[in-house]
């Protein structure tokens, strides 16, 4: 729902507006000031602001370049007393979009804010597809998988099986891929876990009129649907052991059959199969093919959890701190030294999903300019003590658990329990641990 804020002195005027608008589906703000303008256009980020020149604090003129910066995806609609062609100039080289004169007709001044409402749309749209999906950090693992993303997308057919723990982002690395390859097709997604069973195969390949009970019309299925593009197959180990000899045919020859259908039809599109079950496992006991998994493990990327991206941590949740706060709509906050320590010594069990989630509880629930460890609410999963530097630096195999995850490598290890490096090297010494020969 788009949100609206009208800028009118005249409160009877303002209430009008404001219930027109209210009532044609428009989340709706007004005021009455510049000063006010100012505060709300930067803390609410409308998308239209239906501004009157005449204020009493200013010209409105004046406002409008102020209003912009603060938030330049924001459309302008003037509306004023005077019929004055120079103003109307003016008013459009200072960035408004739209010059209306009172009294304004309802019918007019709505279709000007549709036609506004789906630019702004657009333009949001358009940037989404230009920004990237991902963080990628300084993390050695991580950035190999960028590289790795670029080859493949030269090879817009290859298959590839993405593995690593829940949360770590398989969907975005999917989506990045697609957007690296930009082959014009869509990306289509389906959870394997998600859809129950007897369905599973209608999802895929999709059905005709009367396949079974219930299938009024024909449906495409996302084989079909993603054509062109990529179809993103995510928990792929929780998929039938019969379905996937189909799914298996149709990565080699590209052709499939609908459910309730004669005729076979043939879709291009890359395969990205995702999974945080061991498929090795699963094939010795039977709930796995073989040849599925080698048909779709031709590339295999692994996604590092994130209590192995030290390094990315604190810039990992500012990149995350100023999207969020951007989809919301809230005013950017920053993270307080307090706040950072307990990010780093936290072990992430739910990996990025986990960080993203308590970083939007923060900026929901908190309003002050500075976001405290409180805020974040880690006292749950914090508890698990493994990465308190007190604690790991009193035991041998906690402490050798961080080195091997950080390779050893005592500077990231150090920065990762937030102490100093000698500290580290001391601890070492003192519990005779030694980086193995081989590693």
Known sequence: MALCLVVEDQPLQRRTLEGMLRASGYQVSGCSSGAEARRQVANHLPELVLLDLGLPDMDGLDLIPGLLAS???????????????????????????????????????????????????????????????????????????????????????????????????????????????????????????????????????????????????????????????????????????????????????????????????ESRCRVVAATNVDLRRRMEIGRFRSDLFYRLSVVTLKLPPLRNRSEDLLPLAHFLLKRIAGRLGRPLRQLGPRAEAVILNHDWPGNVRELANRIERALVLGSSPRIEPEELDLSGPADDTTYRPSLVLEDPARLRRVLEEEAWNLSRAARRLGVERHRVKYRMRKFGLRRPENG
């Open 71 to 265: 938030s330049p995806l924001s459309r302008i609609v003037v509306l004023t007393g005077h019929d004055s062609v120079r103003e109307a100039v003016a008013a459009l080289r200072a960035g408004a979009r739209h010059y209306l004169v009172k009294p304004w007709n309802r019918d007019e001044l709505l279709v000007v804010l549709e036609r506004e409402r789906a630019a702004v749309d657009r333009e949001e749209s358009r940037r989404r597809e230009a920004e990237p999906s991902l963080y990628w950090g300084a993390n050695l693992q991580v950035a190999a998988l960028r590289d790795q993303l670029q080859s493949l997308s030269t090879s817009p057919l290859t298959p590839v099986l993405i593995i690593g723990e829940t949360g770590t982002g398989k969907e975005l690395v999917a989506r990045e891929l697609h957007r690296f390859t930009g082959s014009g097709g869509s990306f289509v997604p389906l959870n394997c876990a998600a859809v129950p069973r007897e369905l599973m195969e209608s999802e895929l390949f999709g059905h005709e009129q009367g396949a079974f009970t219930g299938a009024e019309s024909r449906r495409r299925g996302v084989v079909e649907l993603a054509h062109d593009g990529t179809l993103f197959l995510d928990e792929v180990g929780e998929m039938d052991y019969p379905l996937q000899a189909k799914l298996l045919r149709f990565l080699q020859d590209g052709a499939f059959r609908p459910v309730g259908s004669e005729a076979e039809l």
